[in-house]
T-cell receptor
């Protein structure tokens, strides 16, 4: 049972345009969401995150939007650059009571290709 | 220069052999994690450890074992009981109060 879904395996966008990557989740206990970027044969790198108390978080060209009622989040990249070409993973977690690590549940990823 | 190191980058083994993947971090992180990635799949959690000498099974722990004798190190052993060991293995770490996990470069294991 996939709790975090990225339904688009791939996305192609022209350089300079907006890239929109989508993510849906089914577990209503999730309250923190992260986006990771991954190049081939490398580990993922953290990009941006959002807490369930917010509906938007911006960091430079990257903005994440959260719609809790729809259990949907999206990552916007504006403007898109060829260096943004990578696989983007959506991840979700929930706060544990007390100290402890936070397990991330990942989607399958969306491969973004930015065409020069 | 802080970070997570995984060695080796590529590893080849014969079927039936156990193999140990190394993961070391110098970020002073409390928690460490092992994930597996298969083509077209997301990252699936194998094991995680919140503190030294303690670890918990993730979603796909069967056929794997770990140890956490030092805060900096979290080696993963892929045993002969793992039915499909060929995959890309990623180690990650985080502070125990942080959601953000930092990943190593990964080890690609091929078993023939």
């Amino acid at each position: 049972d996939q709790q975090v879904k990225q339904n688009s395996p791939s996305l192609s966008v022209q350089e300079g345009r907006i890239s929109i990557l989508n993510c849906d989740y089914t577990n209503s206990m999730f309250d923190y969401f992260l986006w990771y970027k991954k190049y081939p044969a490398e580990g993922p790198t953290f990009l941006i995150s959002i807490s369930s108390i917010k509906d938007k978080n911006e960091d430079g060209r990257f903005t994440v939007f959260l719609n809790k009622s729809a259990k949907h989040l999206s990552l916007h990249i504006v403007p898109s650059q060829p260096g943004d070409s990578a696989v983007y993973f959506c991840a979700a977690t929930r706060v544990y009571s007390g100290a402890g690590s936070y397990q991330l549940t990942f989607g399958k990823g969306t491969k973004l290709s930015v065409i020069p | 220069d802080g970070g997570i190191t995984q060695s080796p980058k590529y590893l080849f083994r014969k079927e039936g052999q156990n193999v140990t993947l190394s993961c070391e971090q110098n970020l002073n992180h409390d928690a460490m994690y092992w994930y597996r990635q298969d083509p077209g799949q997301g990252l699936r959690l194998i094991y995680y450890s919140q503190i030294v000498n303690d670890f918990q099974k993730g979603d796909i722990a069967e056929g794997y074992s770990v140890s956490r004798e030092k805060k900096e190190s979290f080696p993963l052993t892929v045993t002969s009981a793992q039915k499909n060991p060929t995959a890309f293995y990623l180690c990650a770490s985080s502070f125990d109060t942080s959601y953000e996990q930092y990943f190593g470069p990964g080890t690609r294991l091929t078993v023939t």
